[in-house]
């Protein structure tokens, strides 16, 4: 019998830059770091989650769950362009950060899209992708006939 080799996915490093395939970006996405912070603002009108999700991705973890040779010469800065212009992996960051903003909020989500501001540096050897959230919450039907509902936990209306 045969031994089985795991086939890792692959970089592509070009003279231009890093070249990532959709799976790349999101295999990119799975080895990052997480950590979140934010809070909902209800001065505001709607009241509306303020917040920031950072992903810390490690050169050494990327060169340990990629393949190729030329993964070896990648930099950070190769690394923190690549992130930042790779549309699956913007998506990818957009969505984590939605996702962990509708985590710490307990009321339905206003219908549209959320304001999501994508930032990459390099700090030494990792690589921060920071998606900065704006998402505004649904008005219950209670509160535009001008009464409160009874809330438990946290939520918009505070």
Partial sequence: MLPVRARLPSLFVQRRGVVMTRAAAERLLSLAERQSEGAVDGAVDPPTYFGSTYFAIGLSAVRAAFAGRTVGELTAGDLARAVHAHPWFRLGVARAARE?????????????????????????????????????CAVADSWVAGKMPALRGPSCRS
């Fill in 100 to 136: 962990e903003a509708e985590r710490r909020i307990a009321r339905p989500l206003a219908p549209g899209t959320a304001r999501v501001l994508l930032t990459a540096r390099q700090s030494g050897d990792t690589v921060t992708v920071e998606a900065a959230v704006e998402l505004p």
